[in-house]
């Protein structure tokens, strides 16, 4: 898919960027205490990530579409970095609406209907900060949050964050003095440890936004793969609803308007404006492929989740328990069980190729399936409703829905205390992916790194030490890191990526060639 899409959204007219920066907190100018409250505050909080200012950019300038009226009641406030210069040039090919001099500056403004995205986001006038200022650092984000609602005060608040994601992984939960290998949150060019962008982890997100003066009863993670219990669990005591990705995301569309006209509306029904939002954002990602007439065969993999915080805490008793039984059985059940929770593993849904993120509900509901004796029909009753609590909306791509392939949240999945990220090459002639080596994390802080062979089996293969490769430190351990989490510590996952010895599932849907085999009540979703 090709970045022309998002090319139609936005014909603007360059203006200049001079080298000046402006320090000043207050700016732009605070609205006077004797103005009644808004319903609303919008905080955007983004970064251009390398490569995707000509993706966000044009989202960005969605909220100039909304009915400037809506702006009477919502304010949106963006606090913006844009990448490099030299990274900048690369997107020019695409989008060479880039201001002069812009690499590396922060922009800062509260949107006015009245004025163009243009003269607002490219104006001097808004330049905050000094240049390439850290945007990952947490600091950062809390000053942001903090002027914002000093300056656009309002009964309720939504924070968007919006840049790169690359869901949770512990490898990239290391001490802040070290450099994170992999994936994070929200992407910052300008500050290179090692060939590495730095980032946001989940520890140091859920500081910036803990540290703020004020609670949102919205957090939107505008980023791919963010939708993980992982994720979720830090969140809950830090707002009301989060809005994720479980998959990837796009880069056209966005349907950011919608935002500030549903929370403009009187007496405005929160679940109903979060859910109306994230269906016309993926209606706008579909649309393109709608319009070709493709969007039930073309492999696209997006989808929006909205969940209700409140409903972690006694989703994470229920996970509790459900890895409590699952832990027991593995060790003191029979053969036959054993295999079946084997079975169940080997053929889990795998949300990113290279990634160790699995569907958690379709996982837990193979289980329960394959196991009556263990976990029983008010079991499975008790944790649907569990789930189902947590979710208040959910819109996925036409291609997921028709091949039912959508997932709900993910989770991290091993085997005997590793995880693993699988890399591929391409089959030139057939036009597929294989599989053709594994670096494997221990839990005692080693990468080990496999070649993947095939065997007689389809989708099976045999690993094979690299000798060639030394095994060499990941930064630190699966103690110091997962078992730290909120998600761990309410549910003890850890124990199951200890226990287990069935490698995982090592392919998404996309990849294979057949229906993934689930008993027959087991597609339903868990709703």
Not at 40 to 58: E, K, M, W
Request: hydrophobic share 35%; charged share 20%.
């Amino acid at each position: 898919m090709k970045k022309y899409f998002y090319l139609m959204a936005m014909a603007v007219a360059v203006l200049g960027f001079t080298a000046c920066t402006n320090d000043n907190d207050d700016n732009p100018t605070p609205q006077p205490e004797t103005e009644s409250l808004a319903e609303y505050t919008i905080l955007y909080y983004a970064n251009g990530g390398a490569n995707v200012d000509c993706c966000i950019l044009p989202m960005i300038a969605d909220f100039y579409k909304a009915n400037p009226e809506v702006y009477e009641k919502v304010n949106v406030v963006v606090q913006y970095k844009f990448s490099t210069a030299e990274n900048l040039e690369t997107q020019r090919e695409d989008f060479d609406v880039f201001p002069e001099n812009c690499g590396s500056k922060t922009i800062r403004w509260v949107v006015d209907p009245a004025k163009t995205f243009e003269e607002q986001a490219y104006g001097q006038a808004n330049l905050y900060g000094a240049d390439n200022a850290d945007c990952t650092c947490p600091d950062s984000l809390t000053n942001f949050i903090n002027w914002a609602a000093k300056a656009y005060p309002a009964k309720k608040y939504m924070l968007i964050v919006n840049d790169h994601g690359g869901g949770y992984l512990p490898d990239e939960e290391l001490p802040e003095i070290t450099p994170a290998t992999t994936r994070g949150l929200l992407y910052d060019d300008g500050y290179m440890t090692n060939g590495k962008k730095k980032h946001f982890t989940v520890k140091t997100f859920h500081r910036a936004v803990a540290s703020a003066n004020v609670r949102f009863e919205t957090i939107y993670m505008l980023a791919c793969l963010m939708n993980n219990l992982e994720y979720q669990f830090e969140l809950q005591d830090l707002c009301d609803y989060v809005i994720a990705s479980t998959y990837t995301m796009p880069a056209w569309g966005g349907a950011l308007n919608v935002l500030p006209e549903v929370f403009s509306q009187p007496s405005v029904d929160v679940e109903k404006a979060l859910a109306a939002y994230c269906k016309a954002d993926v209606e706008s990602w579909d649309r393109p492929l709608v319009d070709a007439g493709i969007s039930d065969d073309y492999p696209f993999y997006t989808d929006l989740t909205v969940t209700r915080t409140a409903g972690i805490a006694p989703l994470g008793q229920m996970l509790r328990q459900f890895t409590d039984r699952l832990c027991n059985t593995y060790e003191n059940g029979t053969d036959a069980q054993r295999q079946a929770i084997d079975s169940c593993t080997a053929r889990t849904i795998k949300v990113q190729l290279n990634q160790p993120n699995y569907d958690v509900i379709k996982y837990i509901k193979s289980i329960v399936n394959a196991l009556p004796e263990v976990y029983g029909e008010e079991f499975y009753n008790q944790m649907k409703q569990a789930f189902n609590n947590c979710i208040v909306a959910q819109y996925y791509s036409n291609y997921l829905t028709a091949h039912d392939f959508m997932v709900d949240y993910s989770v991290l999945l091993g085997y005997a205390g590793t995880y693993s990220y699988i890399f591929w090459k391409k089959d030139s002639e057939t036009n597929t992916q294989f599989p053709y080596a594994e670096q494997v994390y221990t839990a005692d802080g080693e990468i080990l790194t496999f070649w993947l062979e095939p065997t007689d089996s389809p989708y099976a293969y045999q690993m094979v030490f690299r000798e060639d490769w030394p095994i060499k430190p990941w930064g630190s351990t699966l103690a110091d890191t997962y078992e730290q989490l909120a998600f761990d510590r309410a549910v003890g996952w850890n124990r199951w990526i200890r226990l287990n010895r069935q490698h995982p599932n090592m392919f998404s849907p996309k990849e294979l060639n057949f229906e993934l085999p689930w008993p027959d009540d087991s597609k339903e979703n868990m709703e």
